[in-house]
């Protein structure tokens, strides 16, 4: 089974930066789809976004839901087995539970939808203040 640990989480001022990190073990991290989602109180979880598998060549698909593009930039380090989400020009709004999924598929493609994905991780606090 593969475990995922997000951390990196905490407050910050609107405007502020944070980034986030999810540790991957259990399985060839290299292989596999990645994605960020995030959950408000009583809202559903959403998607923020995700990054193929490497083609070999270090080159990744990278896709962002809407309110992220040019804010939020997503990572990985297969060598550390971890991925990454950078997140700048933050916003209230944007103060959710932040979590890591992986695919268990071919990776080629990530996916941008929460029942895609195969494995979660527990979930790191991110409070933006105005």
């Known amino acids: 089974q593969v475990q995922l640990l997000e951390s990196g989480g905490g407050l910050v001022q609107a405007g502020g930066s944070l980034r986030l990190s999810c540790a991957a073990s259990?399985?060839?991290?290299?292989?596999?789809?990645m994605g960020w989602f995030r959950q408000a109180p009583g809202k559903e979880r959403e998607f923020v976004a995700a990054?193929?598998?490497?083609?070999?060549?270090?080159?990744?698909?990278?896709y962002y839901a809407d309110s992220m593009k040019g804010r939020f930039t997503i990572s990985r380090d297969n060598a550390k087995n971890t991925l990454y989400l950078q997140m700048n020009s933050l916003k209230p709004e944007d103060t959710a539970v932040y979590y890591c999924?992986?695919?268990?598929?071919?990776?080629?493609?990530?996916?941008?939808?929460?029942?895609?994905?195969?494995?979660w991780g527990q979930g790191t606090q991110v409070t933006v203040s105005s």
């Open positions: 999924a992986l695919d268990q598929g071919w990776g080629g493609t990530p996916p941008r939808t929460t029942y895609e994905y195969d494995y």
């Open positions: 259990g399985r060839t991290f290299r292989s596999y789809a």
């Open positions: 990054i193929s598998a490497s083609d070999g060549r270090t080159y990744y698909r990278t």
